[in-house]
Every structure is written in structure tokens, then in C-alpha cells.
């Protein structure tokens, strides 16, 4: 019989309705059920797509006599923390703090007041590896609680106490300079890992919002240390096992240095920030593999993220079934010699064997291999690869295909609108600007409503019960306001300062100008979640610091401008010392520091040919954050385009910076020059 869960719009909720376990969703009448048994809340967090999250489901909450001991002893609530990104902060800092780590799933004892006395994250079955069982765990806290709940209040307490006086030390708000950004490039060169690419050992993630930093760093200052770092990590990267050989995209991390062995989940923000690193990459130096995986990328996306209704689903799962009916671990992305044999014939299957790198003995499990590339392209004809890629893709396609979770979550197509809409300027690809205008048009629809506050996630065209954070308002922002510059359509400039507006007034402290990833008006949690530095996602923080500043070369707020450069404070504090941590934020401080630069070009019409050529010109110019308005003379979509007339009847292009501009140029040479960084 289904349990509570069977009314969620979470496809990971969705995964337990049918588990033994009574299972609630987070709600206040879950606490108030703790309160009214006098027992403790078991709170489980997990993704659909977490690999270790369905090990425990399987072990567990799938087993009758272990759901017997958690209805009878808890109450049991299950959080989706892509649903409710908050509610996993707040207790992940609380895991972390006392137990040095963190990861999903998460499991956390908590009082009927939601405060937490125990902490861990998986639990196996049986004890193993020096972890108790679950089972073990359940007993332990059943006892503490009914022999010594004193203490257990006690210690609950202080932790919350303990965690509200780990507030940000968030100092003097002054703007990081070029000293902090050429200190943070010195630490990472530090960390960086010269014989792989890439920041630190295994297991290795990729550093997304650094490369933004570093492409950026270099635009302005010319750095060759940024650009090859940058442009070798990218390299390896896109040869390894991370990177779907056949399909294009990323997967999550690799589980070694060396990029072989991923974990195999796809996830939308992974894939929309790599695919605009790519892009930028290909801007930068004209590298045609930074361009094919751009590409790839971006179409792996619109073919196996995006939903019915335009928007983009937010992950691939990491399972499938192997083809005997078990569930394993990358199943529909590695291969056999036998499978290759199976699919190519003898002679291709040799060729491919050696160009892949798969091997006898396998580099996976089961004698499987992982798809890579070689490090020297040359090897093999180019025609015959491309001939076995595209039977490989095909032969692939009849495999069970990882399961999908659905539900759009704003922030994260965000992220994809400003990746699509560059990559489809950039490469002549009006079919990826036409996707992510329909992923803005399904946010503006279904995401927010009259007061143009956001939900955070929707399904099937239906919103979600979760109001947006942080992160929501300043990734749409983002992506909005690069549709803006691609399309040259303002409603998208105008629904960014809507979204912008929010910000300064729901989400930022007025006296400091810090910000805050919940809105002052959200449920109260046992603290206001708060954190600067980047995760897997640019943080919500840095991400509203580079859209207010968007926004403000714009429009010329002075009251976004000053928003922006009062939350870049966090950035000089932390930037020298932990960048791999604050990359988003150096990348917002790069453009800062280059004004940023507005440009407005002006035509007869959207469709003149040589407007197009400047606009083309505008998109592909490398100065760090620049915005680009693009429209006729005495249009009003864009405040840039006020009192720009054509040059002798020619469509023109205006840059400016610091309250300066350049003569206006017709010429795309000329214009290209200006905006090189």
C-alpha cells in the first residue's frame, strides 16, 4: 500500500511511495506527529539519481522488518535536496561539522523540534568496514532516546547553538582588485594537476566555474598559465571516460585522477556548465574539439533532458539494467570486446577497441570498458571512426536506458538557457537558441507567478509546492539575460530585473549587503542557510553578484551596481585562499574588474546583414561579462540602445566602460579589436 510520498511530484519521493516505510514529507505535521508520539524524526535526503541512495533504499527501506522498527520507533520523512536544497544545507552542515564529511544519502536523527542529535550518511545492511548496520543505528538511537532524552535535548540544542555561531565572518565589503585575482591564480596553479588537468586527486570533479575564471583571467590579462590550464583540463576531460564518447555530455565526476571511470549519472547543471565552457573555450582560442564538444554537449541535452512542455529534466540515472533485469552501475555506457564485436564485425571491432581503449581485462567491472579517446588524435581515418561512433550510438540505443527524473528545477535551467543560447549564436545553431527560449518561456509560465517570485521545481507542466532560493532568482537571471543579448528581445532584460528585484529585497542583508540563500519570508529552519562558495553549481551568492552586475551595465542601476561590488566582498576575503571553492565569484570579479563592457549595436532591422555581422561580432568578443543590446534606433527594448543612431545611414556597434565610450565603429575588425579583454 502506498504511503504518504504517493502524492509528490518528486520523481525521487515517488522512487519510495511504495516502500514499507511510512514515509512523510517534510511538513510541519510531520513534527507535529513526532511531538504528538513523543518519538524522534529519521530524516533521510537523497537525489533520484544517487547511486548509494538506492543501495540503501534496496537494503532497507525495501525491507519489511527493518520499516517495522522505523514506523514503530520514528516518524520518517524523506527530502528530495534538489527539491529542497535548504533543508539538506542547513543538516549537512550539522553532518559535516560532526563527522568531518558529507554525502547522500544523508540520514539525521532529529528532535520533534527538527533539531539534530545524530548524524551519518549510508548505512549497510549488516555491520561492514567498521559502520554499524542500520539496524544497529536505529536501536542505538531508540535507546538514547527513551533512557536519556535530557541529553539528548541538551546536546541538540547546543548544536543548533553551535551552528549559528559559525555565521559568516563576512568583513569589510570592499571589491576584490587584480592582486586577489592573480593570487587566486597562483594558489590554483598550485593544486592543479599538470600531468591530467584538472584540481586535486580522485575523487576528481569538474572545475567548471574555475575554468570560467581562468578563460576570463586571461581575456583580461593575458594570462598563458590561465588559458593552458584551462584548455588542457578541458582536453582531458573531453578524451576521458567522464565525457559519453557516442552521446556527448558529462558524467557527474570521475572516480580516479586520470578521468577514466565516471559516475555515470548525467546531470543537467553539470552538462549546461561544461557545454558554456566549451563554447567560451572555442571563443577564446578557435580549438575545433572545444567546438565538437560544445556541440555534443548541447545536443545531448535537447535529445535526452528536455521534457515535453520545453524545459530540461535534471538528471540521467547512473543505473540500468544490465540486460539480465539486475540494475548495475553504468551498464548502458560501457563495453565488452565481445559487444563490440557483436555491433561492428571483426576487422572494426579491432580498430575501435584500440581507439576507445577497451581492453580484455576491462577498465570497469566484469571485464567492461569505459569509452575514452586517445591523447594524440591521427591514429585511425577520421571517416571510419566517425562510421563505428554512429553504430555504437545506434547499437546503444537498444539498451534499457537510464531511468530520468523529470522534474525542472529553475536554477539549473538557468544555467542551460545561457549555455544554449551562447552555443547556438556562437555556431549558427538557431535550433539551441530556439530551446532554451522555450525552457525561459515554460519558467516564466509555470515558475513564477504574478509577483514574478519563483517555485523551484515543476512536473509535467505543474509547479511545485517549494519557493525558489537564491540560486533559482540568480541562475534564471543569468539565463535570461543572455537570451536577452542573443535574441535581442528586452522582455527577457525586463523579466531579469523582475527576478533581480527579489534579490535585493528578499534575499540580501540591507545593512551588509551579504546574501542569504532562503528568503527572508521562507520557513524558518534551524538557521538561515548562507554560503559563498560554489558546490557543484556556481553558489547562489556569486551567481546574484555577476547577474546584479549584468543587469547594471544594462540599465545603469547604481543600486545594482552597488549590490553587486558589496557582494564581491566575499570574493576578496576567500578568493586568494580557497579558489577552487569561489571560482563563479573570481569569474564575477574578472568582469568587474573590465568594466564590464556594454555594447549596442543598432540596425535598419534585426535582419540586416551587417547589423548580424556586428551583433555575431559583439556575442564573440572575449572581454570578461560583457552584455550586448542589439535592435534599431529609438527602440526601447534595451536602455543601451537609447540615443545610438546609425553611423551614415550603416548599422553601427557603441562600446563603453567606466562611464567612457568609444567612437561607434561599422566595422566588424575594429569592433572585434575593442572587445578582445
Known amino acids: 500500500m502506498p504511503n504518504r510520498l504517493a502524492h ?45 541512495c538506492h543501495v540503501m533504499a534496496h537494503e532497507s527501506f525495501e525491507d519489511p522488518d527493518t520499516a517495522a522498527v522505523m514506523n ?86 547546543r548544536i543548533v547553538r553551535d551552528l549559528a555561531n559559525r555565521e559568516l565572518d563576512y568583513g569589510a565589503a570592499q571589491v576584490p582588485g587584480a592582486p586577489e585575482t592573480a593570487q587566486a591564480l597562483l594558489a590554483l596553479t598550485r593544486e592543479y594537476d599538470a600531468r591530467r588537468g584538472g584540481f586535486g586527486g580522485a575523487p576528481k570533479f569538474p572545475p567548471s566555474m574555475v575554468l570560467e575564471f581562468l578563460l576570463r583571467h586571461h581575456a583580461r590579462t593575458g594570462s598563458e598559465g590561465a588559458l593552458q590550464m584551462a584548455q588542457d583540463t578541458c582536453e582531458r576531460m573531453a578524451r576521458g571516460g567522464i565525457y559519453d564518447q557516442l552521446g556527448g555530455g558529462f558524467a557527474r565526476y ?57 524545459g530540461f529534466a535534471s538528471a540521467l540515472d547512473a543505473d540500468s539494467d544490465d540486460g539480465t533485469g539486475r540494475h548495475a552501475e553504468g551498464a548502458y555506457y560501457v563495453w565488452t570486446p565481445r559487444q563490440l564485436r557483436e ?8 580498430l575501435a577497441a584500440r581507439y576507445f581503449g577497451v581492453t580484455e581485462e576491462g577498465t570497469f567491472e566484469h571485464g567492461a570498458s569505459v569509452l575514452r579517446l586517445p591523447q594524440q588524435e591521427g591514429m585511425a581515418d577520421a571517416g571510419r571512426i566517425e562510421s563505428i561512433r554512429r553504430r555504437l550510438f545506434e547499437k546503444r540505443a537498444e539498451r534499457p536506458a537510464p531511468g530520468r527524473d523529470d522534474k525542472v528545477v529553475a536554477a539549473w535551467n538557468g544555467l542551460a538557457i545561457a549555455a544554449l543560447a551562447e552555443t547556438g549564436a556562437y555556431f549558427d545553431r538557431p535550433d539551441l537558441v530556439d530551446a532554451a527560449t522555450a525552457a525561459a518561456d515554460l519558467l516564466v509560465r509555470v515558475h513564477m507567478d504574478e509577483h514574478a517570485a519563483l517555485c523551484r521545481t515543476s512536473k509535467d507542466g505543474r509547479p511545485g509546492a517549494n519557493a525558489g532560493v537564491l540560486e533559482d532568482y540568480a541562475d534564471v537571471a543569468e539565463g535570461f539575460l543572455a537570451l536577452a543579448s542573443v535574441t535581442g528581445e528586452g522582455v527577457w532584460l525586463e523579466f531579469a530585473g523582475l ?130 543590446a542589439c535592435g534599431t534606433p529609438g527602440s526601447d527594448e534595451f536602455p543601451l540602445l537609447a540615443g545610438r543612431p546609425l553611423v551614415n545611414g550603416e548599422p553601427a556597434a557603441y562600446v563603453c566602460r567606466d562611464f567612457t565610450c568609444d567612437a561607434p565603429t561599422t566595422d566588424p575588425d575594429r569592433l572585434r579589436a575593442a572587445l578582445s579583454g
Open 8 to 52: 509528490e511530484t518528486s520523481p525521487y519521493l515517488l522512487q519510495h511511495a511504495d516502500n514499507p516505510v511510512d514515509w512523510w514529507p517534510w511538513s510541519k505535521e510531520a513534527f507535529a506527529e513526532a511531538r504528538r508520539r513523543g518519538v524522534p524524526v529519521l530524516l533521510s535526503v537523497g537525489y533520484s539519481s544517487c547511486h548509494w
Open 72 to 157: 514503530e520507533h520514528f516518524v520518517n520523512v524523506k527530502v528530495d535536496r534538489e527539491e529542497r536544497p535548504d533543508v539538506d544545507a542547513v543538516y549537512m552542515e550539522a553532518v559535516q561539522a560532526a563527522t568531518g564529511h558529507g554525502g547522500w544519502p544523508m540520514t539525521v536523527f532529529l528532535t520533534p523540534e527538527a533539531e539534530p542529535f545524530y548524524f551519518g550518511t549510508y548505512f549497510p545492511p549488516v555491520p561492514r568496514h567498521g559502520m554499524p548496520s542500520f539496524r544497529q543505528v536505529l536501536e542505538g538511537v531508540r535507546q538514547a532516546w527513551e533512557t536519556r532524552r535530557e541529553e539528548i535535548a541538551d546536546a541538540a540544542a
Open 254 to 310: 570521475s572516480v580516479d585522477r586520470d578521468w577514466v571511470v565516471p559516475h555515470f549519472e548525467k546531470m543537467l547543471y553539470d552538462n549546461a556548465l561544461l557545454c558554456r565552457v566549451y563554447a567560451h573555450l572555442w571563443r577564446a582560442t578557435g580549438s575545433e574539439f572545444a567546438r565538437r564538444v560544445a556541440l555534443e554537449t548541447a545536443d545531448f541535452m535537447v535529445r535526452e533532458l528536455r521534457t515535453g512542455e520545453g
Open 343 to 350: 555491433a561492428l564485425g571483426e576487422q572494426d571491432a579491432e
Open 499 to 628: 527576478l533581480l528585484g527579489h534579490v535585493l529585497t528578499r534575499f540580501t542583508d540591507p545593512e551588509t549587503g551579504a546574501l542569504y540563500d532562503t528568503a527572508v519570508d521562507a520557513e524558518q529552519l534551524i538557521r538561515r542557510p548562507q554560503d559563498p562558495t560554489d558546490n557543484a553549481t556556481p553558489s547562489g551568492w556569486t551567481a546574484a553578484a555577476g547577474a546584479l552586475l549584468g543587469y547594471a551595465a544594462h540599465t545603469g542601476s547604481e543600486a545594482h551596481r552597488t549590490a553587486a561590488e558589496k557582494a564581491l566582498g566575499v570574493v576578496r576575503a576567500l578568493g586568494p585562499r580557497v579558489p577552487r571553492y569561489i571560482g563563479w565569484g573570481l569569474a564575477v570579479a574578472e568582469a568587474l574588474l573590465d568594466g564590464p563592457r556594454e555594447v549596442a549595436v543598432v540596425g535598419p532591422s534585426l535582419d540586416d546583414e551587417a547589423a548580424k555581422a556586428l551583433h555575431r561580432t559583439a556575442l564573440l568578443g572575449t572581454a570578461p561579462g560583457a552584455v550586448v
